[in-house]
C-alpha cells in the first residue's frame, strides 16, 4: 500500500446522504477478484446514461472536470449496505486517497483503511462548510496530526482513527507488512521464551 501522511489536494463534492456501497460499484462489476479495474465503474449508474460511457450525466460531479482531486466529500452516511471490499477497491483505484463525511457504515470505515483509503469523519457543520468552499478549494488532511484543514478559510477539525490502523496507514502496510515489520522483535521474543 501506498503510504499516507499528508494528503493536499482539491476535492469532488458529492452532497448525498446515504450513499450505498451499491451505489459506489454496482454488484454486476464484482466478478474480479484482484483490485484493479474498479475505478472506471464507481458510481456507475450516476455517472452514465442508460450505462453508455459515450453519455455521461453532465451534472454528475465526477463528470465536470472542475471537480478534481485526490479527496471525495460526501453526505452523511457513506459507505451504508453490504459489507463488499470492492467499495473500497473502486475508490483507491479511482484515485481517491480519501473521503470525509459526517458518518461512515462501520464496515465500509474498515474496508477502506484495510485498503488504504482514510475516511475522516467530521461534524455535520464542519462538512457544509467544506461544501461551501468553490470548486478551486483544497483541503489538507495530516494523518500524523489526524487534522483536516479548509486552505482557503483555514477551518481545521481533528478526526479520530484507530492507533493500528493509523501506523499501517503512516507507514504504506496492510496487516502481514506491519507483522513483517516486527519481526526482529517477534525474532527477540521466541528466543527469550527457549532460554
Known amino acids: 500500500m501506498k503510504a499516507l501522511q499528508k494528503i493536499h489536494s482539491r476535492f469532488v463534492p458529492l452532497p448525498m446522504e446515504n450513499i450505498d456501497t451499491d451505489q459506489i460499484i454496482p454488484a454486476r462489476f464484482l466478478k474480479a477478484t484482484t483490485r484493479e479495474g474498479f ?9 452514465y446514461i442508460n450505462n453508455d460511457e459515450s453519455m455521461p450525466k453532465k451534472d454528475f460531479a465526477l463528470n465536470q472536470p472542475q471537480y478534481t482531486g485526490e479527496i471525495l466529500v460526501a ?13 473500497a477497491w473502486s ?7 480519501a473521503v470525509v463525511s459526517s458518518f461512515f457504515a462501520d ?7 484495510n485498503n488504504g483509503v482514510l475516511p475522516v469523519t467530521v461534524s ?6 467544506i461544501f461551501q468552499q468553490g470548486n478551486e478549494s483544497t483541503l489538507t488532511i ?9 486552505d482557503t478559510t483555514g477551518a481545521s477539525s481533528h478526526f479520530e482513527i484507530n492507533p493500528y490502523k493509523k501506523t499501517c496507514l503512516l507507514n504504506g502496510y496492510d496487516d502481514i ?11 527477540e521474543f521466541e528466543k527469550s521464551t527457549k532460554e
Request: hydrophobic residues 35%; charged residues 25%.
Open 124 to 129: 455535520d457543520n464542519f462538512l457544509q462548510e
Open 39 to 47: 475505478g472506471k465503474n464507481l458510481f456507475r449508474d450516476w455517472r
Open 91 to 97: 475508490l483507491l483505484d479511482y484515485g481517491f486517497n
Open 142 to 150: 495530516n494523518v500524523e496530526a489526524q487534522t483536516i484543514t479548509i
Open 177 to 187: 507488512d506491519f507483522l513483517l515489520s516486527k519481526k526482529e522483535l517477534i525474532s
Open 107 to 113: 464496515i465500509f470505515k474498515n474496508n477502506a483503511l
Open 75 to 87: 453526505g452523511k452516511n457513506f459507505g451504508c449496505g453490504s459489507s463488499r471490499e470492492h467499495a
